[in-house]
């Protein structure tokens, strides 16, 4: 179990950070994770089974709040940067620039990118993860990096 747990515990809070944009509610939403994930598991890939059972705790916070994710809200996650003030504020005004697309996307294309971003799975464990045929996972990647290239491009102009 610690063994589970050092490995996948960074992925999991940037994942339910990047869901939740709380770090105290990302915390609690891995640690509940971990707990049920274990505890209900059966057989199979157990990373993408524990990302299943964070988006559905995700979801079940939500619906017990009642609250939406703001596309104001900036993500907490930032860049270690140690060259210079300058650089680390352009870089996390990037990321904020970047995180702010992938919430306007829609909701599979936005989740899609999110573990994209996050995870580094293999497009089979994303497509086992939101319950995806893989040929879907790709073509909602295309679709998202396509409407975010289309954006970062109306806004040059």
Not at 87 to 96: D, G, W
């Amino acid at each position: 179990m610690e063994q589970l747990y050092q490995r996948y515990y960074h992925q999991l809070f940037l994942y339910a950070l990047s869901l939740s944009g709380s770090r105290e509610d990302a915390e609690d939403l891995v640690a509940n994770t971990f707990v049920k994930a274990l505890t209900t598991f059966k057989s199979g890939n157990i990373a993408a089974w524990m990302y299943k059972v964070l988006r559905n705790e995700f979801f079940d916070l939500k619906r017990k709040r009642k609250w939406e994710i703001s596309l104001d809200d900036k993500p907490v996650v930032q860049k270690d940067i140690s060259d210079s003030l300058t650089s680390q504020y352009i870089a996390n005004e990037e990321l904020a620039w970047l995180y702010r697309q992938i919430f306007a996307l829609p909701k599979q294309e936005r989740e899609v990118m999110l573990l994209t971003i996050q995870t580094n799975d293999a497009d089979t464990q994303i497509a086992d993860i939101l319950g995806l045929s893989v040929s879907h996972v790709r073509v909602l990647r295309h679709r998202a990096k396509k409407r975010i290239i289309e954006k970062g491009k109306e806004e040059i102009l």
